[in-house]
C-alpha cells in the first residue's frame, strides 16, 4: 500500500504509529483475506550447521603419518512470533491491494471502506456524565441576567434553573461516549471510539492536547452516514410508526442534537487511527 506517490516499501519508509486499532474487525477482515485463515501464532525456526576440522595423528610400529577428521554442529533456535501486533499493516495493506479501500470521502457510499487524512479531533464526552446538574444553575443564570428586575430575575432563574435541572438528570442517563472528528480537504468525519481499542490513553489526551492532536493523522473506517440532506423522517416510515417509534424518534433526534453526530458531517466506524513516523534525515558525511 501506497500512502504517498513517493512511498515505496511502507515497512522501510515509515513505522505506524498506532492511537486506535480495532483488533476484533481487523481479525474478521485478515481471516477473509488470508488464505491460512487468521493466524493466532506463528514459528520460526532457523539452523546453523558448522564444521571443525583437526589433525589426527596416527603412529603404528614403522608406520606413521597424519590425518584429518571433521566434527559436525548444529544449532537451532526457535522463535515464537505474535502476529497482532503486524497485522494491523497486514490487513491495510491486504484491503488496499484487493481493491477494497478507497481514498476520501467525496466518492464514499454507505458500507464503503475508506481511507482518509486530516486533522484529528478527540473528546471524551464521559466526563461530562457527571457535571450536568452542575451546568444547570450556570446556564439558567446567562438566560436571565438581562432581566432588569430583580424579583423577575430570580423568579425568572429559579423556573429555567429546574427545567435546565430535569433536561440534565435525563441526559446524565444517556450512555457518553469517547468521540473524535477528522477534518478533510473532501469533509468531516465524526465517530465515536470504544475504550477497549483506543492505543493512546483519553485522560491523556485530554490533559495533554485539550481535544485537538498536532500533526496529520490517517483514519481507515466503514462509511455507515452520509450528511443529512434532510431531517424529516420518509411518509414510509411516518406512516407505519407506533406511538412508542414517534416518542423514541423525536427523543433520540434530541439526544444526537446534544451528543451525536453533526448533520453536516460524515458518519465512519473506524478501524485503524495513526501517523506515520519517519526516519530522521542524517547529514552524509
Known amino acids: 500500500m501506497q500512502l504517498t506517490t513517493e512511498q515505496n516499501s511502507p515497512s522501510e519508509e515509515y513505522l505506524s ?5 480495532d483488533t476484533s474487525r481487523l ?16 514459528k520460526h525456526t532457523s539452523k546453523t550447521i558448522g564444521k571443525d576440522t583437526g589433525k589426527l595423528e596416527v603412529k603404528a610400529m614403522v608406520v606413521s603419518g597424519l590425518g584429518q577428521t571433521e566434527i559436525g554442529s548444529e544449532q537451532a533456535i526457535e522463535l515464537q512470533v505474535d502476529p497482532s501486533y503486524t497485522r494491523p499493516q497486514e490487513t491495510l495493506d491486504s484491503l488496499y491491494n484487493a481493491g477494497f479501500v478507497g481514498t476520501g470521502l467525496a466518492c464514499a457510499r454507505i458500507g ?11 473528546f471524551d464526552i464521559r466526563m461530562l456524565k457527571e457535571m450536568w446538574g ?33 433536561l440534565a438528570e435525563i441526559i446524565s442517563k444517556v450512555p457518553h461516549s469517547i468521540q473524535g472528528t477528522c477534518v478533510t480537504d473532501e469533509g468531516d468525519a465524526w465517530f465515536t471510539l470504544q475504550p477497549e481499542y483506543m492505543r ?47 416518542a423514541l424518534r423525536t427523543m433520540l433526534g434530541g439526544i444526537r442534537q446534544v451528543l451525536g453526530r453533526p448533520p453536516h458531517r460524515y458518519g465512519i466506524t473506524p478501524l485503524i487511527i495513526f501517523r506515520t513516523m519517519r526516519k530522521i534525515e542524517t547529514d552524509s558525511e
Open 17 to 21: 504509529d498506532y492511537a486506535y486499532v
Open 27 to 42: 481479525a474478521y477482515y485478515y481471516g477473509q483475506l488470508s488464505d491460512n485463515g487468521l493466524v493466532t501464532q506463528s
Open 112 to 122: 464503503n471502506l475508506v481511507l482518509t487524512k486530516g486533522h484529528l479531533s478527540i
Open 134 to 166: 452542575n451546568f444547570a444553575g450556570i446556564t439558567a443564570k446567562q438566560e436571565t441576567d438581562h432581566i432588569v428586575n430583580v424579583k423577575d430575575r430570580q423568579k425568572a432563574f429559579e423556573a429555567r434553573k429546574k427545567e435546565a435541572q430535569s
Open 200 to 246: 493512546i490513553n483519553a485522560e491523556d489526551i485530554s490533559f495533554k492536547h485539550g481535544c485537538d492532536l498536532e500533526g496529520e493523522w490517517h483514519v481507515l473506517g466503514i462509511v455507515d452516514a452520509l450528511p443529512d440532506t434532510s431531517s424529516v423522517p420518509s411518509p414510509a416510515a411516518a406512516n407505519v410508526a407506533t406511538g412508542i417509534e414517534t
